[in-house]
Nanobody
Framework: QVQLVESGGGLVQAGGSLRLSCAAS????????MGWFRQAPGKEREFAAA????????YYADSVKGRFTISRDNARNTTWLQMNSLKPEDTAVYYC???????????????WGHGTQVTVSS
């Protein structure tokens, strides 16, 4: 079992930045790919970004590519999502996830955090 706890959400104006953190505990963090998803009000949860355990493969959804950066530090059991040039349409609950396998492009979440709210005002 992997426990994931997100932090760093909040209210920001359009064009601003936020950095989300995801602290992992339980099984060995470095064995798993990590990802971020988001769910806007009234919409389905959607993939945002993923990174393999060594960081050699990273994949972004088109909607965040060029603005968001995913990274991880296995020694600190932490994954981050740096979000720049935020838009009102980025408003959502952001979820951290871990994949049982080491993949980014076809990331499949096996464990989820509880989410952190990001609100971008226009």
């Amino acid at each position: 079992q992997v426990q994931l706890v997100e932090s760093g959400g909040g209210l920001v104006q359009a064009g601003g930045s936020l950095r989300l953190s995801c602290a992992a505990s339980g099984r060995t963090f470095s064995n798993y790919a990590m990802g971020w998803f988001r769910q806007a009000p009234g919409k389905e949860r959607e993939f945002a970004a993923a990174i393999t355990w060594g960081g050699s493969r990273i994949y972004y959804a088109d909607s965040v590519k060029g603005r968001f950066t995913i990274s991880r530090d296995n020694a600190r059991n932490t994954t981050w999502l740096q979000m720049n040039s935020l838009k009102p349409e980025d408003t959502a609950v952001y979820y951290c996830a871990a994949d049982r396998a080491n993949r980014a492009y076809d990331f499949r979440a096996a464990w989820w955090g509880h989410g952190t709210q990001v609100t971008v005002s226009s």
